[in-house]
Nanobody, 123 residues
């Protein structure tokens, strides 16, 4: 079993930045593929970014160049640095973990989920 706890969400003006964190426990974090997803009101959950156990990353097209996913295996923590935020980035952001080391953009391939953290970007 894996427990994931997100933090770092909040209210920010358009053009601003936020860094989300996801503290993981209960499994060997360093061998786990991790991802960030988000869900806006009335919309389906969508992929944001993913990272595998060796640090390779993959981003949704709309996040490339603005968001950076990273991990600190010594701290069992996943991060999402979000820059140049837009009102359309407003959503609940979820951290997710896989049983396997590879990365994936499909939410169906993630086995564990955090409770989410709200990000609101004002115009």
């Amino acid at each position: 079993q894996v427990q994931l706890v997100e933090s770092g969400g909040g209210l920010v003006q358009a053009g601003g930045s936020l860094r989300l964190s996801c503290a993981a426990s209960g499994r060997t974090f360093s061998t786990t593929g991790m991802g960030w997803f988000r869900q806006a009101p009335g919309k389906e959950r969508e992929f944001v970014a993913a990272i595998n156990s060796v640090g390779s990353t993959y981003y949704a097209d709309s996040m490339k160049g603005r968001f950076t996913i990273s991990r600190d295996n010594a701290k069992n923590t996943l991060y999402l640095q979000m820059n140049s935020l837009k009102p359309e980035d407003t959503a609940v952001y979820y951290c997710a973990a896989r049983r396997y080391s590879g990365l994936s953009y499909s939410s169906r391939l993630y086995d564990y989920w955090g409770q989410g953290t709200q990000v609101t970007v004002s115009s």
